[in-house]
C-alpha cells in the first residue's frame, strides 16, 4: 500500500488558489509524523514548501510562499492539506507529500528528514 498518495493538483490562472491533500491511510504512526510539502521542476532540485508538526500546532513555510499557503493536518482522518492562494507562475512545478516518522528538529525544512513520498501532483500557472 502507498503510504502517501497526493490529490488537487491542476491548471489555475495566475492569482487562483488550489487546495493539495495528502492522503496518508497506508502509513501507520501518522499521528506522530511530522508532514511537510516540497516542490521541484525540472529546471530545480526539490524544494522545501510547508512543514506541520505532529500536533498541527506548529507550521512553518518558505519564504516565497508565506503569507499565501497554508498547511494543516487532521490527524483523526490521516490527511494534510496545502491550500494555495494567490498562485503566482513560479508556483509552477510538481508537489510532493513527505512524512518524517521520526522528527528530530523542528522546523523540519531538509529532504533528508522526511522518509515516505508521495508520487507528486502537477500544479501549473501559466505566465
Known amino acids: 500500500q502507498v503510504p502517501l498518495v497526493e490529490s488537487g493538483g491542476g491548471l489555475v490562472q495566475a492569482g487562483g488558489s488550489l487546495r493539495l491533500s495528502c492522503a496518508a491511510s497506508g502509513l501507520a504512526f501518522f499521528s506522530n509524523s511530522a508532514m511537510g510539502w516540497f516542490r521541484q521542476t525540472p529546471k530545480k532540485a526539490r524544494e522545501f514548501v510547508a512543514a506541520?508538526?505532529?500536533?498541527?500546532?506548529?507550521?512553518y513555510y518558505a519564504d516565497s510562499v508565506k503569507g499565501r499557503f497554508t498547511i494543516s493536518r487532521d490527524n483523526a482522518n490521516n490527511t494534510v492539506t496545502l491550500q494555495m492562494n494567490n498562485l503566482k507562475p513560479e508556483d509552477t512545478a510538481v508537489y510532493y507529500c513527505a512524512a518524517d516518522r521520526f522528527p528530530r528538529s523542528w522546523p523540519n525544512v531538509g529532504e533528508y528528514e522526511y522518509d515516505y513520498w508521495g508520487q507528486g501532483t502537477q500544479v501549473t500557472v501559466p505566465s
Open positions: 506541520v508538526s505532529t500536533s498541527g500546532g506548529s507550521t
